[in-house]
């Protein structure tokens, strides 16, 4: 099990629709289609199919989700109606076989590249440009985190998060907030033309339960770190749940296609 529950991945998606860069995803899919009826597009670390559900249905996408988590899988079933030809594949990622993006023409990805090591970088990069599939990976977590109104101890707060960001989730040490650079730069030196775009969440009290919510995690990965005393932890906390909050954080998309 991942770890991942519906409930997070529910609350995220429309905050995620929100921040896709819309050029970047149009362009994904006119390279889908341009390579003739019926392509086939594989999306790793699917979840429940959050991506499928951003390109929209088209009667004409071939989908394979993949993920590892057999829960989210199932939970994808009644999510995708209108979305005819969905394959679902359990495969874990830590040991991608290349039967994963057989046949694709186009691998996607979203909030999964921040988990990944240079090492799947690498992997992915090397599966997909021997086979000249295009990748389109949105929404890589890039390190940034503001709040409006400033509060003691952001900075600390968001240092301990980023390096719990950078800790093995299961993929090796995982990349954390490099992985946009990773991923451009294991693009371009295997010869593709590599696009990225920010996709930042700008949450307001609009989104109180989605704040909430990401608070509530980020204050977790900061105490397993054991890098902000308990009681600053606290305190911070406290004062986080009872202000009116504005934040940002901070993600990327990357569109790597290789060269005609
Ligand atoms: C942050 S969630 C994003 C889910 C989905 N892409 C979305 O945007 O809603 C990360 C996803 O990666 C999957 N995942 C994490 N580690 C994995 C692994 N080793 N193999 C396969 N899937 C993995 C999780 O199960 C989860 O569905």
Same mark, same amino acid.
């Given at each position: $099990? ?22 970047l ?8 289609h341009?390579?003739?009826?019926s392509?086939?597009?594989v ?38 109606? @209108? ?5 679902? $594949? ?9 039967a ?52 003691? @101890?952001?900075?600390? $707060?968001l ?5 719990h960001?950078?800790?093995?989730? @299961? ?45 509530? @995690? ?43």
């Open positions: $099990m991942s770890g991942f529950d519906t409930t997070w991945l529910d609350l995220r998606e429309p905050a995620d629709h929100a921040a896709r860069d819309a050029d995803l149009e362009t994904a899919r006119k390279f889908l341009a390579g003739g009826p392509p086939l597009a999306d790793l670390g699917s979840g429940t199919g959050s991506t499928l559900r951003a390109f929209g249905p088209d009667g004409q996408t071939r989908w394979r989700l993949v993920d590892y988590d057999p829960r989210l899988l199932e939970a994808a079933v009644s999510r995708l109606e @209108g979305f005819p030809q969905v394959e679902r $594949m359990e495969a874990d990622l830590a040991h991608l076989d290349p994963v993006v057989a046949d694709a023409r186009l691998v996607t990805a979203s909030a999964l590249f921040d988990l990944a090591s240079q090492e799947l970088v690498e992997r992915v990069a090397d599966l997909l440009a021997e086979r000249k599939i295009g990748l389109y990976a949105a929404l890589n977590y890039d390190g940034v985190n503001r709040w409006e109104p400033l509060a003691d @101890g952001d900075d600390e $707060m240092a301990a998060f980023n390096a960001q950078a800790t093995d989730k @299961g993929l090796g040490t995982a990349l954390g907030p490099q992985a946009a650079e990773a991923l451009r730069a294991a693009f371009e030196r295997r010869g593709y033309e590599v696009r990225v775009a920010p996709s930042p969440w700008r949450l307001d009290d609009g989104q109180r339960a989605l704040e909430t919510a990401l608070r509530d @995690g980020f204050v977790a990965a900061v105490r397993e770190t054991g890098r902000v005393e308990a009681r600053r932890i606290d305190a911070w906390q406290a004062a986080r749940s009872t202000q009116l909050v504005r934040s940002h954080v901070g993600h990327w998309d990357v569109l790597a296609l290789p060269k005609a």
